[in-house]
């Protein structure tokens, strides 16, 4: 029978969720060797975004990551945490290239962009590759 | 300097911030100018995508949406594009710029210049866009085809008439003259003073880059690049250029029918168009159907030639007509891709190769050939002539056979086997060397009622040649300019026609 890669998903989750660290190695371990069996090894990638997804909403831990063109300031956290709440993975990444401003990817879904960067190619785009 | 300097303040001082949360995708795969996405929960599908990459913008179309990934195609340089690389949604789908200012130039399937004169448009010129994919004018919007468009070509004028706003297809096997056809009618386009000039489009879909050149090279001698764009995805650009070129032609073609004006597109040839489809839909992984093709291979085409068109007067009276060119294999017609697209055009133009090399060119097969618009597409001196032409070969191709047997055969069989040779004689006609309706009137005339019938067939092109060079400086204002004008051959026309003839045998 073919699983969705949001079956598989859901199915890791409800096995591996709140069990202790060695049982949870033991699960995985057998999810590995079920995905190989059934011939869906390559949706792995996909089978752990999806998963991803579903421990970050069933904990209410956000993942944000932030791109600048120097360091983020503790006090554009606060503003985020005030948005988004107190559970945050944070990833933070340096960009000169931005020039100035903010990037902020929320989950992988969420894009605000108020870079500079942004919005100097909506004035003069460049030439399109 | 001073002028970009204005522009760019303009741009500035008009410019305003928008901030807003948008949703996004990363990349998954890219290779082979495809790219597989997750995340862009809303995207639509055809809608244009924006890669970002360290070197600037690629932009895409979605194609596949599935439960856990968008399937894209990418139109640029895949290579750019990395894994993990953010991906946005542009809201709109693909248009192209669209002008007057495209005419005789040369354009890629994305409207960029590709003839090295710099940029179509300059920022004082209206911005009008036309989407690339467009639904087809409905029923209520056309009107019966009834005006003719001239190839100039004698076979194809006086038998299998095309007309403004009809698809007919070019079909035949490699190096059988299907591109000189439309290239001749093309040139014949400038020539035919009695209908305005329609714009003409010719899509070359994968074709070698000095082909094109040389084609282009042809319509400037011609003086047709007046009136001509060429839109080219060389056999060097991507599939995703191969499958977009006729749709791009078809927007600029369908810019002219929307301001009244006549248009006609050539794509060359949707064979490839449909193996460049082939190949994106295998690499997204979409089923394959027969001879490997995707399920929708149909509507492909169904929905690039329904937009040919003839527009009624309420919708500006313009017309788009579409000559789209087909390759089979060893003559095949009954293959997958050609019936397809003989089901979806009002008619074919059928060229053989063995009549090629026996040394009728144009190679056109009167027999299998047909134009559903048929004689509504023709002006009534050609209706009239035209007729018994078609009898005649008919009967010519039953007694060929019996050609070999010449001299035991009745007087009225040997008379029927030389009219055919002769009207055979007639047909055929050197590459770039298109003749006006009038003339053409003029030679089927005169091979038709027998005029001819006493000039041994070797010579029938050379007397065909004199005839009209003696019509044209001896009759050119009381017969010639009459049919022309007039576009019918009366009582009074036909008598002097027959004069002039008789005169010009007497020589």
């Given at each position: 029978?073919?699983?969705?890669?949001?079956?598989?998903?859901?199915a890791l989750f409800r096995a591996a969720n709140e069990k202790a660290a060695a049982k949870q190695k033991e699960i995985l371990r057998n999810f590995l060797l079920l995905l190989s069996r059934k011939g869906d090894f390559y949706r792995l990638p996909l089978v752990v975004q999806k998963f991803e997804k579903k421990y970050r909403a069933y904990n209410g831990i956000n993942k944000v990551r932030v791109e600048c063109p120097d360091g983020i300031t503790s006090v554009v956290k606060k503003q985020i945490e005030k948005i988004l709440g107190k559970k945050i993975v944070w990833e933070e990444k340096i960009n000169p290239a931005l020039l100035g401003g903010i990037k902020i990817i929320v989950n992988d879904d969420i894009l605000v962009d108020a870079t500079a960067k942004r919005q100097l190619d909506k004035i003069m785009p460049r030439s399109k590759v | 300097m001073s002028n970009i300097i204005d522009i760019l303040q303009k741009e500035i001082e008009g410019f305003r911030q928008e901030i807003k949360a948008e949703k996004i995708g990363k990349v998954l795969e890219v290779g082979d100018g495809i790219a597989k996405i997750s995340g862009l929960s809303e995207v639509a599908s055809q809608e244009m995508l924006e890669f970002e990459t360290d070197g600037g913008v690629v932009n895409g179309i979605a194609f596949n949406l599935e439960e856990d990934s968008v399937g894209a195609i990418i139109l640029g340089d895949y290579k750019k594009i990395k894994e993990g690389n953010l991906v946005r949604h542009s809201g709109r789908v693909l248009s192209i710029r669209v002008g007057d200012k495209m005419i005789g130039r040369v354009v890629d399937a994305l409207g960029q210049p590709q003839d090295g004169r710099g940029p179509i448009f300059t920022e004082k010129d209206e911005e009008i866009f036309f989407p690339v994919e467009r639904v087809a004018p409905s029923v209520v919007m056309r009107e019966?085809?009834?005006?003719?468009?001239?190839?100039?070509?004698?076979?194809?004028?006086?038998?299998?008439?095309?007309?403004?706003?009809?698809?007919?297809?070019?079909?035949?096997?490699?190096?059988?003259?299907?591109?000189?056809?439309?290239?001749?009618?093309?040139?014949?386009?400038?020539?035919?003073?009695?209908?305005?000039?329609?714009?003409?489009?010719?899509?070359?879909?994968?074709?070698?880059?000095?082909?094109?050149?040389?084609?282009?090279?042809?319509?400037?001698?011609?003086?047709?690049?007046?009136?001509?764009?060429?839109?080219?995805?060389?056999?060097?650009?991507?599939?995703?250029?191969?499958?977009?070129?006729?749709?791009?032609?078809?927007?600029?073609?369908?810019?002219?029918?929307?301001?009244?004006?006549?248009?006609?597109?050539?794509?060359?040839?949707?064979?490839?168009?449909?193996?460049?489809?082939?190949?994106?839909?295998?690499?997204?992984?979409?089923?394959?159907?027969?001879?490997?093709?995707?399920?929708?291979?149909?509507?492909?085409?169904?929905?690039?030639?329904?937009?040919?068109?003839?527009?009624?007067?309420?919708?500006?009276?313009?017309?788009?007509?579409?000559?789209?060119?087909?390759?089979?294999?060893?003559?095949?017609?009954?293959?997958?891709?050609?019936?397809?697209?003989?089901?979806?055009?009002?008619?074919?133009?059928?060229?053989?190769?063995?009549?090629?090399?026996?040394?009728?060119?144009?190679?056109?097969?009167?027999?299998?050939?047909?134009?559903?618009?048929?004689?509504?597409?023709?002006?009534?001196?050609?209706k009239k002539v035209a007729g018994r032409l078609r009898l005649e070969l008919a009967q010519f191709r039953e007694l060929a056979a019996f050609a070999q047997f010449a001299s035991e055969l009745d007087e009225s069989t040997r008379k029927r086997l030389t009219r055919g040779q002769i009207l055979t004689e007639i047909l055929k006609q050197g590459e770039l060397e298109p003749i006006s309706f009038d003339k053409q009137v003029i030679l089927i005339y005169a091979g038709t009622n027998g005029y001819l019938d006493d000039v041994p067939v070797a010579s029938v092109t050379e007397t065909a040649a004199k005839l009209l060079d003696y019509i044209e400086k001896m009759h050119g204002k009381d017969v010639l300019n009459k049919i022309r004008e007039s576009g019918e051959l009366s009582a009074d026309t036909e008598a002097k026609l027959k004069e002039a003839i008789t005169e010009f045998k007497k020589i």
């Open positions: 029978m073919k699983y969705t890669n949001e079956q598989y998903a859901e | 019966p085809v009834n005006t003719p468009l001239h190839t100039g070509l004698k076979a194809i004028d006086s038998m299998i008439p095309i007309g403004r706003g009809q698809r007919e297809l070019v079909i035949g096997d490699r190096q059988v003259g299907k591109t000189s056809i439309v290239i001749d009618t093309i040139i014949n386009q400038g020539k035919d003073r009695r209908h305005p000039t329609p714009i003409c489009v010719y899509v070359a879909v994968g074709q070698k880059e000095s082909k094109v050149a040389k084609i282009v090279s042809t319509l400037k001698e011609q003086g047709a690049m007046e009136y001509t764009i060429v839109v080219s995805a060389p056999s060097s650009a991507s599939a995703s250029l191969w499958y977009l070129a006729p749709y791009a032609g078809t927007a600029i073609g369908e810019y002219f029918m929307h301001k009244g004006k006549d248009a006609l597109v050539i794509y060359d040839d949707l064979s490839k168009h449909a193996s460049a489809y082939r190949e994106l839909s295998l690499l997204l992984r979409r089923p394959p159907g027969r001879e490997a093709y995707p399920g929708d291979i149909f509507y492909l085409h169904s929905r690039l030639l329904e937009r040919a068109a003839k527009l009624d007067k309420e919708n500006g009276g313009g017309s788009l007509t579409a000559l789209p060119i087909i390759e089979t294999q060893l003559g095949d017609v009954s293959a997958y891709v050609p019936t397809n697209v003989i089901s979806i055009t009002d008619g074919q133009i059928y060229l053989e190769p063995e009549l090629f090399y026996q040394g009728i060119r144009p190679a056109v097969n009167v027999g299998l050939s047909v134009s559903r618009v048929g004689s509504a597409a023709q002006t009534k001196a050609m």
